[in-house]
């Protein structure tokens, strides 16, 4: 039986592959951390669109109008991550990356390419999941594709508390992703 709904998974997970995430149905991204928290309730119940929720919160760190709210987004959906990691060595070039290359984030909503300087539609940002599968320590990995580098950037979740998904690690997520094309 375990051998079936392994292969059942395998087949489920195979058909995923370019499967595109879009945000919650109010498709826009949050105004406030109590607006986070009601897309969250439905978001963050896949690991697919807890990513989504997670590259909004780095959209939203990157502007500095937003950035408090985006900070707190962040620390929420984010497993372990500490409320001070803008202080913390071990976080310096996620947060160096987020204030001086916001476009590296942008990158991975639909349409977004560095011939257009990575413009896009915030409020209606669509992820492509490339693939979106069981991980082998017990949580989940998603991979998402980038418009501005050549292969997809793994993201790691785990089951919180509540039962919704955070994210464990996004290694790759903010290197080698090309530069704005100038003209």
């Not at 499967?19 to 406030?32: E, H, I, W």
């Not at 502007?63 to 985006?70: A, D, E, K, N």
């Not at 979106?132 to 998402?144: F, K, M, R």
Request: aromatic residues 8%.
């Amino acid at each position: 039986m375990k051998k079936f709904l392994r292969l059942f998974t395998s087949i489920a997970v195979v058909s995923l592959l370019c499967f595109v995430v879009t945000s919650t149905a109010d498709a826009r991204l949050p105004t406030s951390f109590e607006d986070y928290k009601l897309q969250a309730k439905e978001g963050a119940k896949t690991p697919e669109g807890t990513v989504l929720l997670w590259l909004e919160g780095c959209i939203l760190y990157s502007q500095p109008q937003t950035r408090t709210l985006g900070r707190d987004i962040l620390v929420d959906i984010t497993d372990k991550l500490p409320k001070d990691f803008e202080k913390n060595a071990a976080h310096s070039t996620f947060v160096n990356r987020l204030k001086t290359e916001p476009q590296t984030f942008r990158s991975y909503c639909k349409g977004a390419t560095p011939e257009n300087g990575y413009k896009t539609d915030l409020d209606k940002c669509e992820l492509t999941v490339t693939k979106s599968e069981e991980d082998p320590g017990g949580g989940w990995q998603v991979h998402i594709k980038s418009n501005g580098a050549d292969t997809p950037r793994k993201l790691t979740l785990t089951k919180g508390k509540e039962g919704n998904w955070k994210i464990v690690s996004y290694p790759g997520l903010y290197m080698g992703v090309r530069p704005i094309v100038k003209e």
